[in-house]
């Protein structure tokens, strides 16, 4: 077996995935700790940008993350079952790492604006609509907590439907290649390559 998921990146993995799942079933019931597990995951997928940057071989975007073409060419392999098994994170996991880290940042940060309603002029215009004053959230000064409170549970949503992709996708790459991701992504252990892997 060869070290391949550091424990900076397990922690990540577990820790994002714990306070996702917490956010999702406090939304409605517990808000201070539904708030407090958003700054969580905020903190946690800033870690993981740092060591993305600067952390062990396989950590690293510069490692696992490929262009649109290698990305579209593993799909097309995945499609007929010929795809290679990457020892590291394949392109279609890389795609899913960053789209994962993108939604868990709007998010955070719709969420963030929401407890304070002064945050709402760092939002953009389309979040942020203009000046009116009426009876549907909309004080007057801009600020439409509504309108806000409905991309974050859109990007939550968008959230969630790509954890159920991601799931998918180490399943049916367990399947594959015979090898248990999950169980790798707790040990940070897999199986050294294979002639024809990628390492």
């Known amino acids: 077996m060869v070290r391949v998921w550091d424990p900076v990146v397990r922690f990540f993995h577990w820790g994002l995935a714990a306070c996702f799942a917490l956010a999702w079933l406090t939304a409605e019931e517990a808000q201070s700790a539904h708030e407090w597990l958003g700054y969580a995951a905020a ?14 071989h396989y950590a690293r975007f510069g490692q696992f993350v490929r262009g649109p073409g290698a990305v579209l060419a593993y799909l097309r392999d995945m499609a ?17 790492i960053l789209a994962l880290l993108l939604s868990m940042v709007g998010t955070a940060w719709t969420g963030w604006v ?13 979040v942020a609509p203009a000046l009116a004053d009426d ?12 309108a ?3 991309v974050h549970e859109a990007l939550a ?10 799931l998918g996708g180490v399943a049916l790459a367990s ?4 090898e248990n991701l999950a169980r790798a992504m707790v040990t940070g252990l897999k199986r050294p390559a294979d002639p024809g892997d990628v390492a």
């Open 148 to 150: 806000v409170e409905e």
């Open 80 to 96: 007929t079952g010929r795809e290679r098994r990457f020892i590291g994170h394949n392109p279609a996991g890389a795609v899913m």
């Open 175 to 178: 399947i594959r290649h015979r």
């Open 43 to 56: 903190a946690l997928v800033t870690l993981r940008v740092v060591w993305g940057l600067m952390g062990s």
């Open 157 to 166: 949503n968008l959230m969630l439907a790509l954890v159920v992709l991601h």
């Open 114 to 126: 929401m407890a304070e309603p002064e945050r709402a002029a760092l939002l953009p215009t389309i």
């Open 135 to 146: 009876d549907d959230g909309e004080r007057g000064d801009g600020w439409d907590e509504g």
